[in-house]
């Protein structure tokens, strides 16, 4: 096992390493750091950043705004999913306005939320928005997959709805959740990022990455970008520990 760990850790290791290679070298082909810094450049930048107080400080507010939008979509798109899971009327009410959030431009959403928001609530709405309909449509998914038969059973052992929606309905939506959990906590640290370029709330990575774009500072702009990527594997690794460490399945 401890060499099977092995294999797979120095395998992501090269993986990482190659992609830093052809990131090197087509730096060096493009020969302009304005388009496109080399690694090392990045990196420099990067151990600058970690360097000032005020980076940790901005992680900190950032890491913030992006949990709790969502946390809220995670809740309110279980509780209201459960809901039209189970019942037809709810689902036929909910659905259009999904579909419609769906196909709304994520711009456009946030332009409307500085509109409606304070600058620091702006990317909290956006990233909740954004996740809800995810976490709906598979929780709904997970509802309407619940076996047929199961729940005729349920039926005629006169089972109480309440202990069906934690028994039944529960375990055969919770892999659909975890899954849209998953996904939903990578697409809430993008659209955060990308409200907060739009809205400047204060302390914030997107207020660096708009800086960063206007000085022109382009290592800066990248070592930001990767601490982006950095925060929202970390996250996403721990959100699937824990799903790990919960015998559910």
Known sequence: MMHSILH???RKFLIIIFWITVWEILSLIINREIYLPSPISAFEALFDLLKSKDTYITIF???YRTLTGFLISCAAGIVTGYICGVNKFFYDLFNPLISIIRTIPVMSIIIIAIMWFRDTNV?????????FPIIWTNTVSGIQSTD???LQMCKIYNIKKINIIKSVYFYSALPYIK???ISALGISWKV???AEVLSLPKYSIGSHLYDSKVYLEIPDLFAWTVIIIFLSHIFEA??????ESRNYD
């Open 238 to 243: 721990i959100l699937k520990k824990v799903f």
């Open 192 to 194: 955060t990022s990308a």
């Open 148 to 150: 047929v038969k199961l």
């Open 61 to 63: 507010y950032s890491t």
């Open 8 to 10: 797979n850790n120095s």
């Open 123 to 131: 990317p909290i709405f956006v990233a909740f928005l954004m996740c």
């Open 179 to 181: 899954a849209s959990m």
